[in-house]
């Protein structure tokens, strides 16, 4: 916690630190209150490649994946694809020796057009249609986690060479997150239930489709999550597991995957993720159990979505207009808002907003930043401090907008998505491009 943030009346300019925690390592003011990401000043991303838009620090993603990798050696980190896909990431993760999560035909295609070798590819989803389940056999995708029997036997049905398979298994642990991101507890819809029996009927199932191979299990038990033993308790029942089915079928699963959902802060004050903690910890109770029930240790695979991608990012809005309700609330309202961040609306999420561009010698005052749709709900952060003198033009930046943004931001309103501009060693990069009219009215077939 800053001074400032203790006397909020103190004087905009004055808050000149960056909040700690929440913004890509790379980023600094300026004098004249501009902010620089990677070299490159927002001031100019925003003149070169207007507003909205979504600015991604390259080398802090690719320091994300090799902080991974330092942490964990021998294991295999593959990064959720879901959090943010373009060809351009793609091609970062497979640089950096990732593996990659991808849950549909589309993400696939994605992986495909930049070259992420088949092998390092893992397909997901509680739900995969016929056409997700094809392009993964035609590009030779090196696993599917199954996630239900009726997928079992369609995927037997339709493989044309030997798949190889892990099955979902929900392990009944509580990631003490939002509800809809808790994917690791009995009631919800991923994975086979560990206390029902479920898990061990899916494996039945597998076994006994030729044409699937079983080589080992996945759990993800949700999003989030900063307590270091809902992982360890994940991970020792997930080994408890792989022992049982030694006993009972003979099979000696190599590969053990246990999810992703490692937390990054939003806000300064959030609970951190710790890496290295986490992974002394796994390592620890994966060795243990393993020693215990004497079950040789398995290949771990983590897989890391928003951890890698989120702190990277920062989106940028104009000011496009300002509405003081004297005794009640200021609104600014911003050229941007559900459409490119779903999710205050999703989930409550608080951000930080923090204006740039120029420097204010005014006090700062709780404002509530809007978006421009048509929804009450439309809002991009409540109660944030800017400067009291903000008015249309001025230009506002929300750190830690890399991961779920992009990937969730819709066409509502026909509104254009923004574009996603890379920044590295002082220079812009334009990854994905501004939506056009013509892109919204090219399915429109009239
Ligand atoms: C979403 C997801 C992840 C990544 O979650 P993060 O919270 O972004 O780290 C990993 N594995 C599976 C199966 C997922 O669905």
């Known amino acids: 916690m800053t001074l400032t943030d203790v006397i909020p009346s103190l004087r905009y300019s004055a808050r000149a630190r960056l909040e700690p925690g929440i913004w890509p390592a790379s980023a600094a003011l300026t004098d004249r ?58 091609r970062w993760m497979c640089e950096e020796g990732m593996s990659l999560d991808v849950c549909s035909a589309g993400e696939l295609a994605v992986a495909r057009s930049a070259g992420f070798p088949a092998a390092r590819i893992l397909l997901h989803g509680n739900v995969k249609t016929a056409e997700d389940l094809k392009a993964a056999q035609s590009y030779g995708v090196g696993r599917i986690v199954v996630d239900s029997l009726d997928e ?44 029902s029996g479920a898990a061990e009927e ?11 191979e079983l080589v080992g299990l996945h759990c993800h038990i949700g999003s989030q999550i900063t307590r270091v033993a809902s ?17 009972k079928y003979g099979v000696t699963l190599p590969q053990l995957n246990l999810g992703g959902g490692h937390a ?20 620890v109770a994966v060795n243990f159990e393993c020693a215990r029930l004497g079950f040789p240790v398995p290949a771990l695979t983590i897989e890391p ?26 609104w600014v309202a911003v050229d941007g808002g559900m459409s490119d961040n779903l999710r205050p609306a999703l989930y409550d999420a608080q951000y930080v907003v ?25 809002i991009i952060a409540r109660d944030v401090p800017l400067p009291a003198d903000i008015h249309a033009g001025d230009l506002l930046a929300v750190p830690c907008t890399g991961a779920y943004h992009h990937s969730l931001a819709s066409n509502y309103n026909a509104v254009a998505r923004p574009p996603v501009v890379a920044v590295s060693g002082g220079a812009p990069r334009l990854i994905v491009r501004r939506e056009s009219e013509e892109d919204l009215l090219g399915r429109d077939c009239g």
Request: proline residues 3%; aromatic residues 6%.
């Open 33 to 90: 209150g501009d902010l620089t990401i990677g070299g490159v000043s927002a001031v100019d991303i925003a003149a070169r490649f207007g507003t909205p838009a979504y600015v991604l620090d390259e080398d802090e993603v690719r320091q994300h994946c090799r902080d991974y990798h330092r942490a964990l050696p021998g294991v295999e980190v593959a990064y959720a694809g879901k959090a943010f896909l373009c060809r351009a990431m793609a």
């Open 202 to 212: 899916a494996v039945r199932a597998v076994l006994a489709q030729p044409s699937l």
């Open 264 to 283: 990054v802060r939003y806000l300064s004050g959030d609970g951190d993720f710790d890496l290295d903690g986490f992974a002394h910890r796994l390592k």
């Open 231 to 247: 992982f360890e308790e994940a991970a020792r029942r997930m080994v408890r597991l792989l022992h049982d089915l030694r006993i």
């Open 305 to 330: 979505g928003r951890s890698v991608v989120a702190k990277a990012g920062v989106t940028f809005y104009r000011v496009i207009a300002v509405k003081h309700v004297p005794g009640v609330r200021t």
């Open 152 to 195: 079992i036997s369609q995927l037997g049905l339709l493989a044309q060479r030997r798949q190889q398979v892990l099955v979902r298994v929900t392990p009944g642990v509580d990631g003490h997150t939002h509800a809809a991101i808790a994917t690791g507890v009995e009631d919800q819809k991923f994975g086979f239930s560990l206390a």
């Open 354 to 378: 923090r204006m740039v561009g120029r420097t204010s010698r005014e006090n700062s005052a709780p404002m509530t930043v809007v978006g421009r749709h048509c929804e009450a709900g439309d």
